[in-house]
């Protein structure tokens, strides 16, 4: 059973509704899981019977947008009185779920208001509204994610370190083997029910690797449209946790879960094509273009105000420390892993900058739109990158944001963010991500009782 037999032999004059209930009904499902992505790329939404479904209007609080990832509200002087939104369900994103015990579908929603307007707070919104702009330039986005995540014990206690699982063979890896194939072996039985699930729910998946730290995995999505993209990386993540607990095992894409490893990134590749479908980073004679120096321009200079949507949680700053794992300022070279923004080595055609700033606790719809405004605007303001560097990025000064609340402040005040984000967006993300910082600094650490407590 797979999402796309929903497109097949319906005719151009069939509704998205009569194609969902027809879906449905030849797939016998018996519940229907619609959702919106929240400001942490949280699925929130309800449990719908597939014979209810679409008999009614669909409807959710506006105030989900203002919750933080803990459950609390940030205030939404815009909307006080917390009214609802209308949900109307994406036809393109209704799947299986493989894993529920009966017959099970879902589905993404898109947020309007009462007048049809969307809620422009929403983050799939977010990143539509950024593609609209290249959309008026005749211009298509081209993405390509790469997502890492640590499998780990079950775990309970949050005042303990996390541990890796032990592998089929009751090995547990405790050093680092990245690109051991014998190592992610290891972990067969979760891999093949991974790339079963992402099968079943029509998750462009291409390989997968043992990266750096033990029991981490990263792995690539093939190319292709930023909305559809994101929306598989929402749905990866669930599948990842739920092949996880199949296996006994859980899954975490915590930027940093466990001290003194490597973090875990969220790697963004993107180009752009025309109407033609050609990359407009290249030229006829396969030589970079003005607008691929620029694109690159943008991204060194609005992403320090952007870093906020790459780097959302207290935690997200732990991996920057993480030398050799994680990028330490926005320098860019041709093939070169130690510096935030790399440019593969590839054929003109494929010509494209990677991303390597995101971890992989952000929500995919703001990062991709966050990269993507900042390349949009250093192509439409002319900017020039700084010179490639030559050897370790490393070697050069940290010059990220150190901490959320600087982070913060770059993003609330960016006026380059509200313009292509827009406003509303930025005052609400910022008030989300203030109470958030605010709980996290409410905490007395482990560390603190131990080094603090009696020695000061």
Known sequence: MRAESMLAGNGCDVSDEERIQSWLKDNAIKDVEAFVPDMAGVARGKVVSADGFGSG????????????????????????EDRDMLLQPDASTLRPVPWASDPAACVILDCTRKD????ETAPRQVLRSVLELYEAKGWTPVVAPEVEFYLINPHSDANEEVEPPQGRLGWTETGKQPYSIDSMNDFVPFIDKVYEYCEAQSINVDTISQEMGPSQ?????????????????????????????????????????????????????QSIIDANGQNIFSDEKGEPTD??????????????????????????????????????????????????????????????????????????????????????LGMMEGLQPDDPIEGSAYDLPFSLHRYLYEAIDGFENSEAMKSTLSKSFVKLYSDVKKLECQEFQEIVTPWEREVLMFNV
């Open 291 to 376: 607008l691929f120096t620029s694109y690159i321009g943008g991204l060194q200079r609005y992403m320090p105000e952007a870093l906020l949507l790459f780097a959302p949680y207290s935690n997200s700053y732990r991996r920057f420390l993480s030398y050799w794992s994680s990028p330490v300022n926005l320098g860019w070279a041709v093939d070169n892993r130690t510096v935030g923004l790399r440019v593969p080595d590839s054929e003109p055609e494929a010509r494209r900058v990677e991303n390597r700033l995101a971890g992989s606790d952000v929500n995919p719809y703001l990062a991709l739109a966050g990269t993507l405004a900042c390349g949009y």
């Open 57 to 80: 209007e669909l409807k959710l609080p506006e105030g989900i947008f203002a919750q933080t990832v803990s459950g609390n509200y940030a205030v939404n002087k815009e909307n006080v």
């Open 217 to 269: 995995f990263e792995l690539n999505f093939i190319h292709g449209n930023a909305i559809d993209l994101a929306d598989q990386v929402l749905l990866f993540k669930r599948i990842v946790r739920e092949a996880a607990i199949s296996h006994e095992m859980m899954a975490t894409f915590l930027a940093r879960p466990i001290s003194e490893e490597a973090g875990s990134a969220l790697h963004i590749h």
């Open 116 to 119: 049809g307007t969307p809620v």
